[in-house]
């Protein structure tokens, strides 16, 4: 399984900006499809995740009611809109498939950058 991410950039506080992940090839252990964050000099950690099947999504605390995660199956393809952006949402941002939303991952993609200036 491979995973494209796309969509990162450079917005203003308060902008917004989508993300995109492509999955290829096929693992009946994916059921669900998750994005991370890094930003510079902290851990990686868990932002939005939407399950194929039914598409039950959650979410980190801090994203909660501006980013929305959403799916199209049969593109295979996740989405991740971003609004009320503020600098600390600046981060690498990393598409990931697994068993299950959030927590351990088996597939990753390369990442995007998303960078919010103030």
């Known amino acids: 399984v491979q995973l494209q991410a796309s969509g990162g950039g450079l917005v203003q506080a308060g902008g917004s900006l989508g993300l995109s992940c492509v999955a290829s090839?096929?693992?009946?252990?994916?059921?669900?499809m998750n994005w991370f964050r890094q930003a510079p000099g902290k851990e990686r950690e868990f932002v939005a995740g939407i399950t194929w099947s039914v598409g039950s999504t959650y979410y980190e605390d801090s994203v909660k009611g501006r980013f929305s995660i959403s799916r199209d199956n049969a593109k295979n393809t996740v989405y991740l809109q971003m609004n009320s952006l503020k600098p600390e949402d600046t981060a690498v941002y990393y598409c990931?498939?697994?068993?299950?939303?959030?927590?351990?991952?088996?597939?990753w993609g390369r990442g995007t950058q998303v960078t919010v200036s103030s």
């Open positions: 090839g096929r693992s009946f252990s994916i059921h669900a």
């Open positions: 990931a498939a697994g068993s299950r939303l959030g927590g351990s991952q088996l597939y």
